[in-house]
């Protein structure tokens, strides 16, 4: 319990740190959206909080204003139709999720924890409550995304995310931060769609082979 008043102070503190350097990034990210293509600069879309809670999670946009709303890309035909030319660069950077630094002033999210959940990805939801995930808030970055990301299968994402609130500590955030910064930069793990379009291979497979 220490802890976790411990971490809403850091997550505060540094949170409001890294919007004030990072804010010449904000600009030129900014820009490069407008000068791309029409619409807001900003994307919101409703996501599953601490306790389930739903509230609405920032991102930079990286979609053309006409892709079907409330819709998680991997349930899109042919998603890459839908992404700008500059989104392709955000969502491959990670850039585009710098925006949740506002969720985490708002008190909506953690820099560390299990990512937030699209509201009607009722699945993975599912799958955390086994473990017990949602007394957490939500984070940036956490520890699944550096054991895989989109590569995990929801189960196994649900398991690591267990795994983090059985271990929640100081060191065990430092850890995930250094490695998400690692991630970054060498794109490991990201799968346009996200863990669904993996589901959605892995169950063709399994329907394939079922024929042969």
């Known amino acids: 319990m220490f802890y976790l008043i411990f971490k809403r102070f850091y997550d505060f503190v540094l949170s409001l740190v890294g919007l004030i350097i990072l804010s010449p990034i904000f600009l030129i990210i900014i820009i490069a959206i407008k000068l791309d293509s029409k619409g807001p600069i900003l994307f919101k879309q409703k996501r599953v909080g601490r306790n389930k809670k739903h509230f609405n ?10 892709t079907p709303k409330e819709t998680p890309t991997h349930m899109l035909e042919n998603p890459e139709q839908w992404i700008t030319k500059v989104g392709k660069f955000l969502r491959k950077t990670s850039l585009d999720e710098l925006p949740q630094i506002i969720n985490i002033l708002k008190g909506n999210m953690s820099i560390i924890g299990p990512r937030p959940a699209l509201w009607n990805q009722y699945d993975l939801i599912e799958e955390r409550d086994k473990y017990n995930v949602h007394i957490l808030y939500p984070g940036l970055t956490g520890y699944a995304q550096i054991h895989g990301r989109d590569a995990l299968l929801i189960p196994d994402k649900a398991k690591l995310d267990g795994f983090y609130v059985e271990h929640i500590s100081l060191w065990l955030d430092i850890k995930i931060f250094f490695g998400t910064i690692k991630k970054i930069f060498t794109s490991d793990g990201i799968v346009e769609g996200g863990t669904g379009t993996l589901e959605k291979i892995h ?10």
């Open 57 to 66: 999670i920032y991102k930079f946009r990286s979609m053309k204003i006409d």
């Open 203 to 212: 169950q063709n497979i399994k329907e394939e082979s079922k024929k042969t």
